[in-house]
């Protein structure tokens, strides 16, 4: 399988506080093409930290984010927009659709900042619509969907580009069991139809239990790298 | 989609926005009936003044300006009838006259006088002469009475039928003096005018004042009062610099422009301190707004929404505020103002008579005029497109991590 994602003595510390915080030390992994792995970790542990700077969205001190065999600490912020719109896919902790915008127009946004074609962007945020099992709800703005829902319209939106990897911050986080364990349903078979890799930071256990491969961060630095065989 | 978003972010809080642009509706429609009001005041002024003082272009002797004296009257001769001939289809009419100051006096009582001979039935014409007259009738062309103003008159104590004796200096130190009989006296709002006026037929004072066939001023009034410019421009065109200058009422009447500044400086004041209080409340909205939506913001960076992108909506939304109030705003101005100027404001009591005073008519319409509107518009809307790059900066300077977290 293809690498995705390689770190290289990824190293970030906080230094605008006022004693300097490591919150990663010296991590180096690889990330697979189709691979669903969990990061875990207590708080603090450096999940959120890590998720930040293989998005681009933070720059490390030390070490590197090779990504289609660039470096992306050496990117400029202008460079790095793009590079997120075009590689990269997000899920957040809560939710965070637009809400002035319908199910279908915020699962069709990152396609209209790509500058898609707006018959084939309709028809890939139809089509994932309907893979979240929300085909009922797509002219739905955000507050007349349950947490659930809004989830899963942001799994949509997130997988709609076809980006090289998702990052999921902490995605159940706010879901109850139910809505968590369709939610997780939904991202494994997305993840095995559509070959996308998905790298989530969590402490929830249902999704631990779902991952094929749990990375656990102590603070900072990667005390475990477990690859669990599901078949 | 950027407009959609927009649009659609406005109507988050209806309410708020509703209130915003009603701010702005406000701000425009006082803004615009202030300045309609005192548009419309100072053409009034003007229009009094133009008609009792100066007419809307004079020529006069080059020096005459400077040195306003019987010295310096010009000669109504071949060159200026050529000129007037030459833009007889752009003048509606002329008025000559030749001014001078001298002393009235009956028996042992004088007293200054401003002996001013007209030619009565254009000078009618120009300022309803006839209308003053408060005993007698006003002269006839040829006639060789006079007609002095009502305070005047008290002072030296005279009447119709009396005589009155100038005497004064004439044309070139030529001694002047004359007596006339009283054939009418008329009424002035103006104490200083009503105090020292005497008119004269103009033969009669050119004689009086040793001066035939010149003149003080010759008062043009064109066709066109709108633009009076060029006309002025051709006239002198085709008269000698040396000899004569032809003067529009701007430069002849320095003081009304001076108040008329000094007003349109005072309600352009006023005007702004609306835009201002308007401008902080945009602001406010556009703030509350933009620290609302941080972790919005954060996440549409996150996912690879450009900055500039996102700052687009932002001025987008500041500009929609902005349009909606302007247009909100000249749609309630205009009825007012038209109505206004349909039915002007009648000032009346001790406010009629301070406006009177001036020869000023209590009468005030309001100036419906498009500038005034696109004015306040541009006005505005350039406040909008100020706040609307703090916006824009603000977004500019978004820290994604910090704005995704915040809740």
Known sequence: ?231 | MLLILAWRNLWRNSRRTLITVSSVLFAFMLATALISFARGFQQQMIETMVRQETGYLQIQDAQYFDQPSLDHTLEYGDEVRQALEAHQDEIEYTVPRIQGFSLAAKGMSTRPALVTGILPQREDKLRKLSANMVEGELFSDRDESAVIGEGLAGLLGLSVGDTLILIGQGYQAMTATGKFRIGGIISFAIPERNNTAVYLPLERAQWYFVAENRLTNLIIMPKDTEHIGPLANDLQSMLDREWYSVAVWEELMPDVMGIIQMQDTVYTGIAWVFYIIVGFGIFGTVLTMFYERMQEFGILLSVGMKRRLLSAVGMLETIMIGIMGIVAGALVSLPIVYLFQRFPIRFSGEMANYVLQFGVEPIFPFILDAQIFLTQAVSIFSITLFIGVITTIKIMRINIQEAVRNE
């Open chain 1, 1 to 231: 399988m293809q690498t995705v994602i390689k770190t290289e003595g990824l190293s970030k510390t906080y230094t605008n506080t006022a004693v300097p915080v490591h919150a990663l030390k010296d991590i180096s992994l690889e990330f697979k093409e189709g691979e669903f792995t969990a990061i875990v970790g207590p708080s603090g542990s450096g999940k959120t930290t890590f998720l930040n700077v293989i998005g681009g969205l933070d720059k490390p001190t030390k070490g590197k984010v090779v990504i289609d065999d660039v470096d992306i600490a050496t990117m400029k912020e202008s460079q790095l927009f793009d590079f997120r719109l075009r590689h990269i896919g997000f899920v957040f902790q809560a939710y965070n659709l637009i809400p002035v915008l319908t199910a279908i127009e915020n699962v069709s946004f990152i396609m209209l900042l790509q500058k898609k074609p707006k018959k084939e962007m309709e028809a890939r945020a139809r089509e994932m619509l309907e893979q979240v099992g929300l085909s009922d709800k797509l002219h739905e703005r955000p507050s007349r969907l349950s947490g659930g829902q809004q989830q899963r319209v942001a799994v949509a939106r997130a997988l709609a580009s076809k980006p090289d990897f998702v990052l999921a911050d902490e995605p159940t986080a706010n879901l109850d069991t139910k809505s968590a364990f369709n939610l997780l349903d939904i991202m494994a078979r997305l993840n095995k139809e559509e070959n996308i890799t998905l790298i989530f930071s969590t402490h929830d256990q249902r999704v631990i239990d779902r991952a094929r491969r749990v990375i656990t961060l102590v603070d900072g630095a990667v005390d475990k790298d477990e690859h669990i065989d599901k078949d």
